[in-house]
């Protein structure tokens, strides 16, 4: 199983960008997703997550500017995130419930980062 997130990018404040992370490999089944971040010097933080159902809980920065969305179909998260502000830059992580067909258990599945720089 592999997830692969790309989108990310240089763009200016007030700027957007949308995020893509694809789970792929042999999946039985793929549950909650999700988009953390990673400022400098910052712990790692929830930025939107987003259930099988299509039910989404933000984080309070996010609220009103990011929208979190999937394709159950593709096995894709999105996150399209308008308004962005310099406070905005880190790197972006998706994470992925899912169980893989070979190993027939449940577990949490991380992205590689894609690096998102809000230039104020």
């Known amino acids: 199983v592999q997830l692969q997130a790309s989108g990310g990018g240089l763009v200016q404040a007030g700027g957007s960008l949308r995020l893509s992370c694809e789970a792929s490999?042999?999946?039985?089944?793929?549950?909650?997703m999700g988009w953390y971040r990673q400022a400098p010097v910052k712990q790692r933080e929830l930025v939107a997550t987003?259930?099988?159902?299509?039910?989404?809980d933000y984080a309070d920065f996010a609220k009103g500017r990011f929208t979190i969305s999937r394709d159950n179909a593709k096995n894709t998260v999105y996150l399209q995130m308008d308004s962005l502000k310099p406070e905005d830059t880190a790197v972006y992580y998706c994470?992925?419930?899912?169980?893989?067909?070979?190993?027939?258990?449940?577990?949490?599945?991380w992205g590689q980062g894609t690096q998102v720089t809000v230039s104020s």
């Open positions: 994470k992925i419930g899912l169980v893989p067909r070979d190993l027939l258990k449940f577990d949490d599945y």
């Open positions: 490999g042999n999946i039985l089944s793929v549950d909650d």
């Open positions: 987003i259930t099988r159902g299509g039910s989404a």
